[in-house]
């Protein structure tokens, strides 16, 4: 059974010599990757103690990443933090002021549609 970690734990975990990221509701010590990585250690960096899962996906990793990421999990999110956080791609809520939803949708049309690749993993 995998261990199960806090988004407060995970947090903690947020400087180059310790390094967690989340992706996709799974902890990662990417801590000995920092300077393998393929795309630079300030994209890792830059989701040190967060979730990375938006960041992960919009670079379009192969299959192949997701295998060298097997060795580097350490736990799961906890189940009570993986409510607590926004979905990916959420939209803004009704209750968001129009400020918010003009941001948010200004945002968008800058996004492409085709996601951008690893460096290394093609």
């Not at 097997?70 to 968001?96: Q, R, Y």
Request: neutral net charge.
């Amino acid at each position: 059974m995998s261990k199960e970690i806090s988004l407060a734990e995970v947090k903690k975990h947020n400087k180059p010599n310790d390094l967690w990221v989340i992706i996709e509701d799974k902890v990662y010590d990417l801590t000995k990757f920092l300077k393998e990585h393929p795309g630079g250690e300030d994209s890792l960096k830059s989701v040190a103690g967060r979730d990375g899962t938006k960041e992960f996906i919009d670079v379009g990793h192969s299959q192949e990443a997701r295998q060298i990421m097997k060795k580097f999990l350490i736990g799961n999110l906890a189940a009570s933090d993986i409510k607590k956080k926004k979905p990916v791609g959420a939209t803004p809520t009704a209750n968001a002021d129009a400020t918010d939803n003009a941001n948010a949708n200004a945002s968008a049309s800058f996004e492409t549609a085709t996601p951008k690749q690893c460096c290394i993993l093609h």
